[in-house]
């Protein structure tokens, strides 16, 4: 095979050599337990200390703020859990219908009686055809036994971006906490949570050129905590375990590197984004952008083929090499077409056609040059084989 064109950012990105080389050290002589007393350890803990504080500054907050997790699975299951353990009395979690798995997935679970838990409430808000929430919706949805509002700052289907500074805004005129999953926005938009609304935030260390298997939770100070898992005196006793020194200064040096593509991120990154994007409508018929046409992220385009499969469509890529993901579940063996895109009513015969390309500061023009002259043709090919696809393509005409 050529060389890869990876647009499948979303799901996970390359470790920039920056972090591989920062990493080394920690692999090799500097092997030292960073809770241990002695200067070999201790020298260790100074370089946690450094990745912390570099976490802190990309996020605009407080390193005393950051408690070091696994992954962004983790940083959400242990804000929805604090959230609730800290206030007993109040049984009832707003989130969206769109939300990633490890949200809704867990919010649904608490919905499920059992004797040794209580029973919760939860309201999943829907969104309309761009994916945006109704803040009316949320605000009205609140009332006393409200415990957390959990919405994702930017969705990893679509790119679309929840106006989360209006939404605590409205948390926090109600008394209540608000939790964003912001693991696909972290290093691609600006955020400074010592001016935004925002009580906890989640991220994940492989959606910005770290490797996987670290990632942070945000819990604004003064903002009580409980941990999801007990056993050491590690994060000031708000995550028990013994610290993966590697991986968090990777997660340090990732922070670093994205302060400083930033600029990148939201010009050149969202320039080639563009051309892709505004190259596939014009070239490939019935073709429909999925999301915001502007309230997304800088890296994310989410297109309905529709009449073809997207999982055909994915497979064909693959052939030349270019790595992209489906908007539906199909290549996981499932019939069902993304709980995202259903939410916002895309037609079955467009949800199950739909394709992500997702961006990093990695990828070049000649690259986006190669998927438009690839990808039309594809898309023509497997109309032509589909009876269904040349009926509605002539009717259309």
């Known amino acids: 095979m050529s060389k890869v064109i990876y647009l499948d950012n979303n799901a996970t990105t390359a470790v920039a050599p920056e972090v591989r080389q920062a990493m080394d050290p920690f692999l090799g002589d500097l092997y030292g337990n960073p809770s241990s007393m002695h200067t070999f ?10 990745a912390r504080e570099r976490v802190a500054r990309l996020l605009g907050a407080d390193p005393g703020e950051i408690i070091i997790t696994s992954c962004g699975t983790e940083s959400d299951n242990a804000a929805i859990h604090s959230a609730l353990a800290t206030q007993p009395n109040r049984r009832h979690i707003i989130t969206t219908r769109v939300e990633h798995p490890a949200v809704l997935a867990l919010a649904r679970a608490l919905t499920q009686a059992a004797p040794d838990r209580p029973h919760y409430r939860v309201t999943e808000l829907g969104v309309d055809a761009q994916g945006m929430i109704n803040l009316k919706e949320l605000e009205a949805a609140i009332d006393d036994e409200t415990a957390l509002v959990s919405v994702m700052w930017a969705n ?4 679309v971006m929840f106006p989360i500074e209006e939404i605590g805004a409205i948390c926090r005129r109600r008394g209540v906490l608000l939790h964003t999953d912001a693991v696909q926005a972290v290093g ?13 935030l989640s991220l994940s260390g492989h959606k910005l050129h770290a490797p996987k298997g670290i990632g942070a939770l945000y819990v604004r100070r003064g903002t009580r905590f409980a941990p999801l898992i007990v056993g050491g005196h590690q994060e000031h006793n708000r995550r028990g375990g013994t610290e993966s020194v590697p991986l968090i200064v990777a997660l340090g040096m990732a922070a670093e590197l994205a302060g400083r593509n930033m600029q990148a991120e939201q010009t050149r990154v969202r320039a080639l984004r563009d051309r892709l994007e505004q190259g596939i409508l ?3 018929p019935a073709a429909v952008l999925n ?4 309230k997304r992220l800088p890296n994310t385009t989410n297109i309905s083929f529709e009449y073809v499969e997207g999982e055909a469509i994915l497979l064909m890529l693959d052939q030349h090499g270019i790595c992209a993901s489906s908007g539906s579940a199909c290549t996981s063996g499932s019939l069902e077409p993304s709980h995202v895109l259903r939410a916002m009513g895309v037609p079955f015969t467009a949800a199950h056609g739909s394709i992500r390309f997702s961006l990093s500061v990695y990828n070049t023009p000649e690259e986006i040059d190669k998927v438009l002259a690839v990808l039309p043709p594809i898309i023509r090919r497997l109309r032509e084989i589909s009876p269904f696809g040349r009926e509605k393509l002539a009717a259309a005409k």
């Open 41 to 50: 350890g201790g020298q260790v803990a100074r370089h946690v200390d450094s």
């Open 282 to 284: 014009a070239t490939a």
């Open 291 to 294: 999301g915001h046409p502007e």
């Open 156 to 159: 990893n289907e679509t790119g």
């Open 188 to 200: 691609k938009v600006p955020i400074n949570l010592s001016k935004l609304p925002v009580d906890m």
